[in-house]
């Protein structure tokens, strides 16, 4: 504990899943936190979680695919905790279906959130974090961007930007003390997930027993698991490290798609 002592963190889609996940585990070491998300009430429940533990955190309302909104984020951020050390960009969203079936208003949506909100996020911290000459952020990202499931081309074409967006970046802000890596989880126990198995699937458990089957650690994955990488590049353990996309996905990577 206490690798990230006074530093202050955002989690975009922090209030639920591996967001929540980051944003506790930031809290337990240290990290003032600011939770990211549309629901207020989620972010409250959140907020509350972490303080219960002795952690220091805060939510802001906030729709990622608006720049005033995230500029806001930002400088309610800097008003009430003086800065920015880093900054998770977690909040996503996904569609399942065949493309000849594909709906441009489903492409439209999951591309301004996965890459639109992404993009607007860095573009305000990176401001704040070139002023201080030091900050990190962290983009998670999907192991669908380098390993395609089926009926996903367009979550698996976000998240392959995500990758690039994070090298190209990471170029662009490292002169300014900035470093800039992504996390790829693979198959996480989570909503999110288990409604992908469900809609891949005609037999209720199949694709997601398939999945299981097919990871060489036997799990699903958990929110912690993630947290775990993400202190590291948090942390000044990663002082070095940038560019960067780790998978953390229990050897999926060396077993191939499951569908």
Same mark, same amino acid.
């Given at each position: 504990?206490?690798?990230?002592?006074?530093?202050?963190?955002?989690?975009?889609?922090?209030?639920?899943?591996?967001?929540?996940?980051?944003?506790?585990?930031?809290?337990?070491?240290?990290?003032?936190?600011?939770?990211?998300?549309?629901?207020?009430?989620?972010?409250?429940?959140?907020?509350?979680?972490?303080?219960?533990?002795?952690?220091?955190?805060?939510?802001?309302?906030?729709?990622?695919?608006?720049?005033?909104?995230?500029?806001?984020?930002?400088?309610?951020?800097?008003?009430?905790?003086?800065?920015?050390?880093?900054?998770?960009?977690?909040?996503?969203?996904?569609?399942?279906? +065949?493309? %000849?079936?594909?709906?441009?208003?489903?492409?439209?949506?999951?591309?301004?959130?996965?890459?639109?909100?992404?993009?607007?996020?860095?573009?305000?911290?990176?401001?704040?974090?070139?002023?201080?000459?030091?900050?990190?952020?962290?983009?998670?990202?999907?192991?669908?961007?380098?390993?395609?499931?089926?009926?996903?081309?367009? &979550?698996?074409?976000?998240?392959?930007?995500?990758?690039?967006?994070?090298? +190209? #970046?990471?170029?662009?802000?490292?002169?300014?003390?900035?470093?800039?890596?992504?996390?790829?989880?693979?198959?996480?126990?989570?909503?999110?997930?288990?409604? &992908?198995?469900?809609?891949?699937?005609?037999?209720?458990?199949? #694709?997601?027993?398939?999945?299981?089957?097919?990871?060489?650690?036997?799990?699903?994955?958990?929110?912690?698991?993630?947290?775990?990488?993400?202190?590291?590049?948090?942390?000044?353990?990663?002082? %070095?490290?940038?560019?960067?996309?780790?998978?953390?996905?229990?050897?999926?990577?060396?077993?191939?798609?499951?569908?």
């Amino acid at each position: 504990m206490g690798r990230m002592d006074n530093q202050i963190a955002i989690v975009t889609g922090g209030a639920r899943g591996i967001g929540l996940g980051i944003a506790m585990r930031f809290a337990r070491e240290g990290a003032s936190v600011v939770l990211a998300q549309r629901s207020t009430a989620q972010g409250a429940e959140a907020v509350a979680a972490i303080t219960a533990e002795g952690g220091r955190a805060v939510t802001i309302a906030t729709d990622i695919t608006d720049e005033a909104s995230v500029e806001a984020l930002l400088d309610q951020t800097v008003a009430t905790f003086g800065g920015l050390d880093v900054l998770v960009n977690n909040a996503g969203t996904g569609v399942a279906e +065949q493309v %000849w079936e594909l709906d441009y208003a489903d492409y439209e949506r999951v591309m301004n959130v996965n890459v639109g909100g992404t993009l607007l996020c860095m573009k305000f911290a990176s401001r704040v974090m070139m002023a201080a000459g030091r900050g990190s952020i962290i983009n998670i990202s999907s192991i669908q961007g380098v390993l395609p499931l089926a009926q996903s081309a367009v &979550y698996a074409a976000t998240k392959g930007a995500v990758n690039l967006i994070t090298q +190209q #970046t990471a170029l662009d802000l490292g002169p300014f003390g900035i470093r800039v890596n992504a996390i790829a989880p693979g198959y996480i126990d989570n909503p999110m997930m288990n409604e &992908y198995c469900d809609l891949v699937s005609p037999t209720p458990g199949a #694709t997601l027993a398939a999945a299981i089957k097919s990871i060489p650690l036997g799990r699903l994955g958990s929110p912690a698991d993630i947290a775990g990488a993400a202190v590291f590049f948090a942390s000044d353990d990663a002082a %070095w490290v940038t560019g960067t996309t780790l998978l953390v996905d229990g050897g999926s990577l060396c077993h191939g798609p499951i569908a």
